[in-house]
């Protein structure tokens, strides 16, 4: 197993290494020039000239590479060029934000996620499933932007029932990200009850439940001891793959109810030319990624003896 | 399964519970005070002064910040008032040296950066230090231009900083804003704690404006060495106001400075000091917006501004109560205002209308220098292509007014009725656009060279819908002489370095006036000022920059207009610049608000703001009955499907067990 | 009449496929749907390609000497064009939804095809050579797949509007047909882009696939026969795997048409015709002025055309890969 980490760490490292080089590449092309906002309406030759050399932008591609590599393993990625604030702050400032809105979402949308699945796979064929069915499908053919705006207008503005906009820290945040999260749990619980049907369908087609079955196994002792027990592996795993995705995946809630978190931070500073603030998210969200899948890989070899690392 | 159920139920059931008791719409829970809720439309940058330059930072530091004078908060036109100056400076009689009085016992801000933590007396040596920054080349200000060329030996301190920081630095010293600040400057001098003197190079006919922008202002050393870079964040100043707490990207919560000076309304009835000759100072009581005439500021305990950048929120906080002060988005102004009035519900509501024409102007910029574009008759006639009205019906919801010339009207140089390239009702003529295409070499929009109708580029330097908007109708409207666009969507930095290279052909742009004068947005086309420099579109005509040149050191008068109008009219006739329009800005007032009379040109006027909470809360909780029954109705429907169909599963599968 | 004996044809794994398709009547039912959709997107193409001078839906009603105002109007029975009524820049929305047909179908077409292209090709290369090629592409995929979505998405979009690419996109002909003249930047952008940024899933899939396919007993005799390596690739282990790329195509076609919407949202979508994003993204402002069908209509038929794709999507994999059939 310890072999095993190691290995897989090691792996990662020109992965990221990858990453880094592909957000320095793709900036240089499309970056424009930060300097012109920082200065102002009416910038000299000279003072342009200091602020390239301050942000480093004159430097070749290679050596801004090797800055950015010194950065990612000091963790110290300067300021953000945009609000001149150091990135470290304003990660500070947007993790508690984006984290309030997107776990308990993740969390409430999977639960229900799960237990729809299991309750249809249970009355597979039945009307219930049908509906269900029917319904995740159509939920999920509705543009998540479509959610979001009827969901604000109806919900916010004609009926009062939430604020339209705003983010309170602390346990005001409630509040504020109550309807953001029913859209996004909305949002979420279609693709999630296809994916876990799918997941206990297998499971109950499997050998071992018919075995049970005729052995005159109760049905609820079936598909708590048996179905549940194995189903959990795929979901555990598939849970801890969004994880990396809860950072910056919920832009468009952000955006649009006034939430400060990274996702609409990530947003402001791509369009911006943040720099800064675009290679410590990215780098972050790629680091989350990487340890996250390795963390799915250990789990499915522990809980599923059937598998092996290698 | 039932178990499952059951689970199912109650996690439901309450999580419903909960959504509705959380079924709150107020953004403000928990507040004390007499707060004054304000929205900004973007975020604000740097407070440290010598960078304050965007709209939405000056908002916030003109409550923290005073420098020596100030705008009088009604008078209209504009006029200066002393504010840290005891009184309007004494000017000597060549008018090139001015001397201010400083005034006694103001406190700067209490704040860590002193000892003890208590503020100690400004002096005029803080005034000396404040100003000198601006022109420090670490604190990469962008308004020392403000001074550059106009104060004695203002030029030759910053060049000679700049060389030797550039050496300080390669001998590997590192070198912050206070390195070198204190040589002498001859042209800003403090003769002793409360005089200040500064000396100009030139005569500045402006001079005394700039000294009222947040550029301007006074901030102690001590702040600046304690909080290094981190000044921009943490200001200190004087105002009635200081910072308690700020998230750049969410919002700004000010409270009110408890050892604010004596710093009063202005009261009509006190003669002569605050009755400004030319102040209509009656009319502004009649229309109510000088309500509390001698009585000291702050009027309220503090100000919390919210970023909301998004129109639609920003918005429905107005509409639902949630903030005092708003200028309607466009796209949402129909719901405010219809015509020049206000909507039934916003009038019905008591709400203050106040439309301002805003002192910029928004045009297309044609880059001369293209090859293409370089082409005067094909300008000519993509102005004429242009439907202003709709432009003004459609893209600004009517609250704009076409521009005649790129000077608006009530600035000195703008002329009614010379516009050739724009129709008398301001709407498109496409028979004299193609004609003018014909003299330009298109023949119906034809490019000769590849025989196919001409193509031009036109830049987005954002990617907001209303810009696409904007760039949309230009395509729809060169369209119609033969003339296909491309539309290329840039960030803003994209775009300014396009700007730069004079890598474009046209482009959206606007400006709005530093101070009221038209050399501020003449200077956009003057010929030395091309690309880098703001002379965005490259225009170069020998004649405007002699006048420009033979205007700039003219103080205010009939000649100096009459130089600023011909100026205007090469503008018109060589279209550098598609002149669009000067946008309205219409300001509403939440009932529960008095004293505030909005001003576009500075942000000065917030701190006038007077509350009347107990009214604020009725309206808003009356405003605000929340609706709950549609989501009662959904909830019985989701669970009656759900609960029918687990039901009728259940019977059937109970009916298979008996048949098998 | 006699009738010889017809020799007993093993029924092919596609007939096979679709008489349990045939089955499933809502399926079928959303197949016509989706034709319906398609047989809407050929005619808008159609007439796009004969229709000289100013498109119809760019053209404002009151231009075209109809009497209903060069603004939003409600939906109306003045004119067959009003019938949906008029968007805020008075053009017809019924038109400019029928074109949105088209150009969803180009996004999820072309979109899907590129992305479904890189992954199928990378992820049989890696599966069927392994070693130092599965490395390579394992190493990319993993690359791609750990930046953000939401950068690699706005950042490809800024970059792929500028300079080089933008350029290599105008200047590339084929026989003197240029792209550009058929496909606007903006719609070359977001099929580059989601081309680009959703292709791992299918390339791990085929990956696994092809590596477990390699090792059946065919095909090591095919490759004792002397069957060269590519040959093999595609004529023995291809058809193995295509039924992943068949379900992976509907299942990318979906989320093109769906991140079409976002990213004209976002500004960097499609920018010369009418597009069903462009419509809900203005609706952001619209809704609240009571301008709705503008969104109502493109949400519809947006709606409808997902929801058909999903579905027979659905009923595709069940019947290419009976296994997972309830």
């Known amino acids: ?310 | 399964m039932r178990a499952v159920l059951r689970l199912l139920l109650a996690l439901l059931a309450s999580l419903g519970l909960v959504g509705l008791s959380s079924c709150s719409p107020d953004p403000y829970p928990g507040e004390e005070g007499a707060i004054l809720h304000m929205s900004l439309r973007g975020l604000a940058k740097s407070l440290d002064p010598p960078v304050i330059g965007v709209e939405y930072s000056n908002r916030i530091a003109s409550q923290v910040y005073e420098g020596l004078l100030a705008y009088h908060p009604y008078a209209r036109p504009f006029q200066l008032m002393p504010a840290l100056a005891e009184q309007m400076p004494t000017v000597s009689e060549d008018g090139m040296v001015y001397t201010f009085p400083i005034r006694q016992g103001v406190r700067f801000h209490d704040d860590a950066c002193f000892e003890g933590g208590t503020g100690r007396e400004v002096t005029a040596h803080d005034f000396v230090f404040s100003l000198k920054r601006l022109g420090h080349p670490k604190a990469r200000s962008t308004g020392w231009w403000l001074f550059e060329g106009k104060v004695a030996g203002f030029d030759a301190w910053r060049e000679t900083l700049i060389a030797d920081i550039e050496a300080a630095e390669t001998a590997g010293e590192t070198v912050d804003t206070l390195w070198g600040l204190d040589r002498d400057l001859p042209g800003i001098v403090a003769v002793d704690d409360h005089t200040l003197q500064i000396t100009l190079a030139e005569p500045y006919p402006q001079f005394l404006w700039t000294l009222a922008m947040n550029y301007a202002v006074v901030y102690p050393r001590e702040a600046v060495e304690h909080y290094g870079k981190e000044f921009r964040n943490h200001p200190v100043g004087t105002g009635p106001f200081q910072l308690a707490e700020y998230n750049p990207v969410y919002r700004v919560l000010m409270e009110k400075n408890p050892h604010y000076w004596d710093n009063r309304v202005p009261d009509p009835a006190n003669v002569p000091a605050d009755r400004l000759e030319g102040w209509d100072w009656q009319a502004d009581i009649d229309e109510g917006r000088l309500t509390h005439p001698g009585e000291r500021l702050p009027l309220i305990d503090g100000i919390e501004m919210r970023f909301i950048l998004e129109d639609q929120p920003r918005w429905l906080y107005f509409k639902s109560g949630h903030t005092d002060w708003l200028i309607p988005p466009k796209d949402n102004s129909a719901e405010a205002i219809q015509g020049k009035e206000l909507s039934p519900l916003m009038a019905s509501r008591n709400v203050r209308l106040t439309a301002i024409a805003e002192m910029g102007t928004v045009y297309t910029a044609l880059n001369t220098d293209d090859e293409v574009m370089g082409n005067v008759n094909l300008r000519r006639a993509l102005a004429l292509a242009i439907d202003h009205n709709w432009t003004v019906d459609n893209l600004y919801s009517g609250n704009a007014q076409v521009a005649e010339s790129l000077i608006p009207p009530g600035i000195a140089g703008y002329e009614h009725g010379y516009h050739p390239y724009k129709t008398a009702d301001y709407s498109a003529d496409i028979p004299r656009a193609k004609e003018l295409l014909a003299e330009a070499g298109y023949p119906d929009g034809i490019d000769p060279k590849t025989g196919k109708p001409l193509r031009l580029r036109f830049e987005n330097s954002g990617t907001s819908t209303t810009q696409r908007h904007f760039a949309e109708r230009v395509r729809d409207e060169f369209r119609r002489i033969g003339i296909e666009v491309d539309i290329i969507v840039n960030t803003w930095p994209q775009m300014n370095e396009k700007m730069r290279n004079r890598d474009y052909q046209m482009a959206g742009l606007a400006w709005g006036f530093d101070y009221p004068d038209a050399q501020n947005i003449l200077q956009l086309l003057y010929g030395p000022n091309q690309a880098p420099g703001i002379n965005r579109s490259n225009y170069d005509n020998p004649e405007f920059d002699a006048l420009y040149e033979q205007s700039s050191t003219m103080s205010d008068s009939p000649e100096r207009t009459a130089l600023y109008q011909r100026m205007a009219r090469m503008v018109a006739d060589d279209v550098p610049w598609i002149v669009r329009v000067h946008r309205t800005r219409n300001n509403l007032q939440q009932p529960w608000v008095s004293g505030a009379y909005y001003s576009e040109v500075h942000d000065q006027w917030v701190k006038y703001a007077a509350l009347d909470v107990e009214m604020r809360e009725r309206l808003v909780a009356e405003w605000n009955v929340p609706v709950r029954w549609p989501l009662g109705v959904f909830l019985l429907l989701f669970f009656g499907i759900l609960g029918g169909s687990v039901v009728q599963a259940r019977r059937t599968k109970g009916l298979q067990k008996v048949a098998a | 009449m006699t009738q010889a004996h017809a020799p007993i044809k093993p029924r092919s794994p596609a007939r096979e496929a679709w008489r349990r398709f045939k089955r499933d009547r809502v399926a079928v039912v959303c197949l016509a749907l989706f034709s319906f959709y398609a047989l809407t997107a050929g005619s808008a193409q159609v007439i796009e390609l004969f229709q000289e001078g100013t498109k119809l839906y760019d053209m404002t009603l009151a231009e075209q000497g109809i009497d209903v105002a060069e603004t939003a109007t409600a939906p109306s029975s003045v004119h067959w064009q009003a019938w949906w009524g008029t968007t805020s820049a008075g053009k017809s929305v019924l038109l400019r939804v029928f074109h949105g047909t088209k150009v969803a179908f180009v996004v999820g077409l072309c979109g899907a095809g590129l992305s479904v292209l890189i992954g199928m090709t990378l992820g049989l290369l890696a599966g069927f050579f392994g070693r130092k090629v599965d490395l390579a592409v394992q190493y990319l995929y993993q690359t791609v797949a750990s930046i953000p979505y939401l950068l690699l998405l706005l950042a490809l979009a800024f970059v792929v509007r500028q300079g080089p690419v933008a350029a290599a996109y105008n200047e590339f002909s084929v026989g003197g047909l240029y792209l550009s003249e058929y496909l606007s930047l903006g719609l070359f952008n977001i099929i580059v882009v989601i081309g680009l940024t959703s292709w791992v899933t299918l390339c791990r899939l085929v990956r696994a696939e092809t590596m477990k396919v390699r090792e059946l007993d065919y095909v090591q005799a095919a490759r004792s026969l002397g069957m060269g390596e590519l040959r093999i690739m595609f004529r023995h282990v291809l058809p193995n795997v295509f039924h992943l790329v068949i379900i992976n195509f509907s299942l990318r076609f979906v989320t093109a048409i769906k991140s079409e919407v976002i990213l004209t949202f976002l500004g960097v979508g499609v920018d010369k015709e009418p597009s069903w994003g462009q419509m809900i993204a203005d609706a952001k402002n619209e809704l609240m002025r009571g301008i709705w069908w503008p969104l109502l209509a493109s949400g519809v038929a947006l709606f409808g055309l997902t929801l058909a794709v999903n579905y027979v999507g659905d009923a595709l994999r069940d019947a290419l890969d009976p296994r997972l059939k309830n």
């Open chain 1, 1 to 310: 197993m310890t072999g095993y980490l190691i290995k897989r760490i090691l792996q990662a490292i020109p992965v990221l290494l990858g990453v880094a080089f592909i957000t320095l590449v793709l900036f240089d092309v499309a970056g424009g020039d930060p300097c012109l906002i920082k200065l102002g309406k009416n910038p000299s030759e000279v003072e342009v000239q200091m602020c390239h050399d301050e942000l480093g932008l004159d430097l070749s591609l290679p050596e801004q590479y090797l800055r950015f590599l010194g950065q990612i393993v000091t963790f110290d990625f300067g300021e953000s060029w945009s609000h001149d604030t150091p990135v470290r702050e304003i990660f500070a400032r947007g993790l508690v934000p984006t984290l309030s809105l997107s776990v308990p979402a993740f969390l409430i949308g999977s639960f229900i996620a799960v237990v729809l699945a299991l309750l249809v796979s249970f009355y597979r064929a039945s009307l219930l499933d049908r509906v269900v069915t029917a319904g995740a499908i159509a939920g999920i053919s509705v543009s998540s932007l479509i959610y979001i705006l009827v969901g604000q207008w109806l919900l916010a503005d004609q009926w009062k029932l939430f604020p339209v906009w705003g983010y309170e820290y602390g346990f005001g945040a409630v509040t504020f990200v109550a309807l953001p999260i029913l859209i996004w749990v909305a949002l979420s619980v279609g693709t999630d009850v296809r994916y876990f049907r799918t997941v206990a369908l297998e499971e109950i087609g499997q050998d071992y439940v018919r075995t049970a079955r005729a052995k005159g196994i109760s049905e609820n002792a079936v598909l708590f001891k048996h179905v549940l027990k194995n189903c959990s592996v795929p979901i555990i795993t598939r849970m801890t793959i969004i994880v990396p995705f809860l950072i910056t995946g919920s832009f468009l809630m952000e955006i649009f109810f006034g939430i400060p978190g990274l996702g609409s931070t990530l947003y402001t500073a791509v369009t911006n030319s943040d720099l800064p603030v675009v290679k410590a998210l990215t780098m972050l969200g790629a680091t989350l990624y990487v340890i996250f899948n390795i963390i799915a890989d250990v789990l499915y070899a522990t809980l599923d003896p059937r598998i092996r690392l290698q």
